[in-house]
């Protein structure tokens, strides 16, 4: 048996090609072709009111923050179990961070937590699809209206996946999806801002172009373009939007193949949630699946490690996730002392099976037969 890695970046094979196609136009900067077909495409497939490719989803984010004017003393509240960047992007304009703890049966955010900690100072709510699987949207934007808050959705996982038939990212104001290698479609790195609130369109292309007008001055709009705002170089190359348009053009394809994958995995560990060795995530009725993670729980810490090591002496690489953000190194001492034990528990228990578009159907019942092994 050859190693099973966690994951493995899928080519469908026209990447190359658009991308020596990009350099022969002689544009490989940002906003050329190619990136005006991957914004078409976002913008038609999903209905987002406007569609920027960034550099990166942190990026994304951080054009959000820019985008609320978040300054210092303003509350942004957000899950505990989290990446950093979902955090890091509005502590680097000066907010004060509100934690939110994960629910019983999923790692999202509980919704029902949010009201009680908004307060005069708060501006807004970021909430983490995560898995691709939708947060409680009625609940946040119910929430957003009563308080006249802002919504970023950090969709960095949930591309192509769905709300009560709503495309995730196209319900809050902002929202942010990732490209980065381990996702669905990807562009090694790489990310897209999406606009759904069109107050904010014309100011993100400037924030996206170092804070100038020049995406206005390229369209005839202004007869010479000029430092406007703050900013700074969130496009990506047109090498970056090459690579995705290839992506892109066959998403149907790659997600037919991961909810296919994700699907064999919860048919063949099925049995080991009965006997009550491992959890797996409840999916809402108003959620879909997008195929992006399959993961389970395990009883304790301890037994999760012992896990991964087991499946790595059979040459599959599982790992778990998220580190509470809350208890970080660096945010200890600015959390303001609630406990957080659901975001704890995912922290200490989630595992990420492999899941990649080239893994075959002989490979995931070989990894959930070591996995039944373990327990055997």
């Known amino acids: 048996m050859q190693p099973i890695p966690f994951n493995k ?100 955010m509980d919704t029902r937590l949010i009201e009680p900690l908004i307060t005069a100072r708060t501006k807004a709510i970021v909430v983490v699809h995560y898995a691709g699987v939708a947060c409680n949207m009625h609940e946040v934007m119910r929430l957003a209206q009563k308080y006249n808050l802002k919504v970023i959705e950090d969709a960095a996982q949930a591309i192509d ?19 980065h290698e381990t996702k669905n479609i990807i562009s090694g790195e790489g990310g897209l801002l999406a606009i759904n609130d069109a107050q904010y369109a014309a100011r993100a292309e400037v924030i996206r172009e170092k804070g100038t007008n020049r995406t206005a001055f390229f369209r005839g709009e202004v007869d010479k373009y000029g430092w406007v705002d703050i900013g700074s ?38 049995s080991l949630v009965q006997k009550g060795h491992l959890q797996v995530p409840e999916l809402p009725a108003y959620a879909t699946n997008n195929g992006h993670i399959y993961f389970v729980w395990c009883q304790d810490l301890a037994q999760r490690t012992a896990l991964i090591a087991h499946l790595r002496s059979k040459q599959v690489h599982a790992v778990f996730h998220y580190l509470s953000l809350h208890n970080s190194p660096y945010f200890a001492d600015k959390h303001d002392g609630r406990a957080m034990p659901q975001s704890d528990f995912f922290m200490d228990r989630l595992l990420r099976l492999p899941l990649y578009y080239e893994l075959t159907d002989a490979q995931v019942d070989y990894i959930s037969e070591q996995v039944a092994s373990f327990f055997a």
Not at 64 to 86: H, N, Q, R, W
């Open 233 to 270: 170089s969130f496009l990506p190359s047109e090498i970056i939007a090459a690579f995705l348009y290839a992506q892109i053009e066959n998403i149907d394809r790659i997600q037919t193949r991961r909810k296919a994958i994700w699907q064999r995995y919860h048919t063949n560990l099925a």
């Open 9 to 108: 970046p899928y080519m469908t094979g026209a990447e190359t090609a658009y991308i020596q196609a990009a350099v022969a136009s002689g544009k490989i900067s940002g906003d050329g072709n190619f990136t005006k077909k991957c914004h078409q495409f976002f913008e038609e497939k999903y209905g987002f009111k406007k569609a920027l490719l960034t550099t990166s989803c942190t990026d994304a984010l951080e054009m959000c923050a820019i985008l609320l004017d978040i300054k210092e003393g303003d509350e942004v509240i957000m899950p505990a179990y989290t990446f950093v960047s979902t955090s890091n992007a509005f502590v680097l304009r000066g907010a004060k961070i509100v934690f939110v703890d994960s629910e019983a049966k999923h790692p999202n």
């Open 161 to 179: 996946s769905y709300f009560e038939n709503r495309p995730l990212g196209s319900i809050g104001h902002l929202a942010a999806f990732s490209f």
